[in-house]
């Protein structure tokens, strides 16, 4: 089914794809621009219910039925969008599907959408937007299949491919509203990449958990329980209180979603833990020893 997707989303990709494709049948072009709406259709339902028992042949047709009568009238214009060959409503259907989904089986849509987007976005978009396109509504779902695509890759162990993926991201975004930074030091830090995160670490100047959590490790690291890794660990109580306890089972968190935090808070620590925390500090041998170390 998703090889079937990524043909029809690639054949509509640009012109030029669609020439190549359907060069020598016409008919063939009509069909795939007629049906490719069953096809996301069928990717949503096998992305959000191929594991759920409960759901019939009757139910997944009930469901193609309303997803194709929502989006069977679809208008192509002459701007980014149409390039895309799917509308912005759609592409809002699919990305809540994709990005609710944290493993490997997602790797395929993600693929099939971001083909889609890079047969538009090309060099010279790049050079014209570049630092911002997470602010640009065009290419915000790009950068968000991006950075899921990344985070997968770091929670199955593929640490380098998500590092490579994330410093790609703040080329594209360096104010970074996604919190790429977040995934980005602890992935530095569980491979070792302790030269890449202090320069990293030397051009942000914020004193958020995170990156106070990083400065102490990378001290840590260097230089064991010296006086300035003891000023970040202090650092790290006065941020937030809760972080050395939950960090060092202490204290325990709630297994609960939240959709806003407060600094100080638990929910502060959930995100760092969420962002591969946890492994970054089993990554340097003996600091969850020392954090735990009364100062």
Excluded at 95 to 123: H, K, N, Q, Y
Excluded at 256 to 282: C, M, R, T
Aim: with cysteine; net charge negative.
């Amino acid at each position: 089914m998703l090889t079937s997707l990524n043909e029809v989303l690639n054949a509509f990709s640009s012109e030029q794809a669609a020439v190549k494709k359907f060069a020598s049948n016409q008919g063939l072009a009509e069909s795939f621009k007629k049906n490719y709406v069953y096809f996301v259709a069928d990717a949503l339902y096998n992305i959000r219910f191929i594991e759920d028992p409960h759901w019939s042949d009757e139910d997944e047709a009930a469901f193609n039925e309303q997803f194709t009568e929502e989006f069977s009238h679809q208008q192509h214009n002459d701007d980014f969008a149409a390039g895309k060959m799917i509308d912005d409503e759609t592409i809002d259907q699919l990305m809540e599907a994709i990005l609710s989904d944290f493993t490997p089986r997602a790797f395929e849509p993600i693929e099939a959408l971001l083909e889609l987007f890079e047969g538009v976005i090309t060099e010279q978009y790049i050079a014209q937007n570049q630092g911002h396109f997470w602010l640009n509504h065009e290419t915000r779902p790009y950068m968000a299949l991006r950075a899921h695509r990344a985070q997968i890759n770091a929670l199955q162990g593929n640490i380098q491919l998500a590092i490579d993926e994330l410093e790609t991201l703040l080329q594209l975004n360096p104010m970074d509203n996604q919190a790429n930074r977040h995934w980005l030091m602890n992935c530095y830090i569980i491979k070792g990449q302790w030269q890449k995160l202090d320069a990293f670490l030397a051009d942000f100047d914020s004193e958020e958990l995170h990156a106070t959590a990083s400065r102490a490790l990378s001290e840590f690291h260097k230089n064991g329980d010296s006086s300035q890794a003891k000023q970040y660990k202090k650092k790290l109580k006065q941020l937030n209180k809760h972080f050395i306890k939950i960090l060092t089972g202490q204290e325990k968190l709630k297994d609960e979603g939240f959709d806003f935090y407060s600094p100080g808070s638990k929910e502060e620590v959930a995100l760092y833990l969420n962002s591969h925390g946890k492994q970054a500090w089993i990554a340097a041998e003996g600091s969850l020893f020392w954090l735990r170390k009364k100062l």
